[in-house]
């Protein structure tokens, strides 16, 4: 082997390191000494009737978080820690689990002690903070955030994530750090789900592993991502969160139920 082949082989497997490549995995490694964590299959994720098993992709995430030795506080063994497959009934592909640590919008001066005399007194302020898990190679579907989604006179959502475990593939209309790539220039085993179809928005992806920090830069404009084959906690600070709207026709923030299947096709 001349050192040039070496050079290439050892850079595509490099590559193939940083997401997982086009290779299938039945498991994803996380730190020692939890080890290897079971990938379950579509059909373990839903009831006889049809409707996602909440408790099972629950703890399918717990799996995830204690491979990554994140801390599981007890409000995660409540209703504040929600699942979604977006009424798709494909959760193992499409889904994600969520947790709005805060979503406060109020005015300043009527909070706390309601001390505050400054110039701002009676504006409004709102902020958030989200943490996001998702399954090895998930999606968290294509949607954006429109300006005042619930009538209180909020704009737009603006926000930034922060790689905290795994690795992920952020998706978006537009350009953000200037170092996206179109994303007809990702092998064609990596395409998204949805890409080429008549509702696709998206157009450059950017690679991003634990400690990585990305931002939406322009308001409205449709993003999403995928997990890499270890799966993904991300971290997402942003402005108070009122509105979302996917892309694909039909798709609702939600769970499959008994008898709602939707059948997928790409």
């Keep these: 082997m001349t050192s040039k082949t070496l050079c290439h082989t050892l850079t595509a ?31 373990d994720f839903y009831k006889p009737d049809g409707s996602l098993d909440q408790e099972v992709a629950k703890k399918a995430y717990f799996d995830l978080m204690q491979a990554y030795h994140y801390p599981i506080p007890a409000i995660l063994k409540t209703d504040t820690f929600w699942v979604a497959d977006f009424m798709q009934g494909d959760f193992a592909r499409l889904g994600m689990g969520g947790v709005f640590w805060k979503n406060v919008e109020g005015v300043y001066g009527d909070v706390g002690a309601k001390a505050y005399k400054g110039a701002f007194k009676n504006q409004k302020f709102g902020y958030l903070g989200h943490d996001i898990y998702l399954l090895p190679g998930q999606t968290l579907p294509e949607h954006n955030h429109l300006t005042d989604g ?24 537009y350009k953000g750090d200037g170092t996206e790539i179109p994303i007809s220039e990702l092998p064609a085993c ?63 923030f939600g769970n499959s139920k008994a008898a709602e299947i939707t059948k997928l096709k790409k």
């Design 13 to 43: 497997l490099a590559a193939a390191a940083f997401i997982g490549g086009c290779a299938s995995t039945s498991h994803y490694t996380g730190a020692q000494p939890f080890g290897k964590v079971p990938r379950l299959a579509n059909k």
């Design 190 to 252: 990596e395409l998204p789900w949805g890409h080429g179809q008549p509702w696709f928005k998206s157009k450059y992806v950017k690679r991003a592993v634990a400690g990585d920090i990305y931002t939406l830069n322009d308001p409205e404009s449709w993003h999403f991502m995928v997990a890499g084959k270890d799966g993904a906690i991300v971290a997402e600070y942003a402005t108070y969160h009122n509105d979302v709207k996917f892309s694909k026709p039909g798709m609702e």
């Design 150 to 173: 619930d009538g209180k006179g909020f704009g737009p959502k603006m926000e930034t994530w922060r790689v905290c475990h795994g690795s992920v593939l952020f998706f978006g209309e």
